[in-house]
């Protein structure tokens, strides 16, 4: 609750045959795994409390931009989920809005690197300004509505990172520190009881923040038994 920057993902899990969620909160040296019965509510509230002040990099979904609506919390969208979405969407059929996007992620990144304040936010107004002609060039396209408009949803927060250095513009942290557990979800099937989705998150996080703290995970469990 008291890190300047938290990511934030998500991934569904069977609980006895009903699907659930695992969500993930975490930075670079702690992770922080909880169930819920569902992709939304008030999760995310619930963990990060209501007088957060960090920065939450997360994808698209909306329960995080609802917290942030509510609680006027900074975001910053994931560039990699975006990249992904567009490509799908563009690469064969519009490979040159597909390239467009692209620079803009470069400008982005560019603008990230820069040190005087002024540069910085001459190049988030100059990406905002390019990222809104692009959503106009995107909406002509009759394929492309849904995807313009989701981009479009993002609008400030595609840029949050050019202003402040220590944010990331993609949410991979987050995706790295859920990948493990994917990988168990695959073995394991499923969860049967509320003792063992206890058990998951509290071995997950244990697990995932020692690995990020570089730590002997076997020696420090055993310690800590």
């Known amino acids: 609750k008291k890190s300047e920057v938290v990511n934030a993902d998500e991934t569904s899990h069977s609980v006895n ?3 659930h969620w695992i969500w993930v909160f975490c930075n670079s040296v702690l992770s922080l795994f909880k169930f819920h019965d569902e992709r939304g509510g008030d999760i995310v509230e619930n963990t990060l409390g209501t007088k957060f002040n960090g920065i939450l990099v997360v994808d698209g979904w909306r329960t995080y931009k609802k917290y942030s609506e509510s609680h006027k919390i900074v975001l910053q969208r994931c560039w990699s989920h975006g990249i992904r979405e567009v490509k799908f969407e563009c690469e064969k059929k519009h490979p040159k809005l597909y390239a467009w996007y692209c620079d803009i992620y470069e400008m982005a990144k560019k603008g990230k690197a820069y040190k005087q304040e002024k540069r ?3 190049m988030f107004e100059k990406c905002k300004t390019e990222l809104g002609r692009w959503i106009t060039c995107a909406k002509v396209h009759r394929n492309l509505r849904k995807l313009a408009t989701k981009i479009e949803n993002g609008d400030d927060d595609w840029f949050t990172a050019i202003i ?3 944010v990331p513009l993609d949410n991979n942290e987050a995706e790295r520190s859920l990948r ?3 990988i168990i ?3 394991i099937g499923c969860l049967r009881s509320d003792t063992g989705i206890r058990t998951h998150e509290i071995m997950m996080s244990l697990i995932s923040t020692w690995q990020k703290q570089n730590k002997n995970i076997f020696y420090t469990l055993q310690h800590t038994i």
């Open 17 to 19: 045959g009903v699907n």
């Open 120 to 122: 910085k936010h001459d």
């Open 164 to 166: 402040y250095p220590n």
């Open 180 to 182: 493990p557990f994917v």
């Open 185 to 187: 979800r695959k073995i």
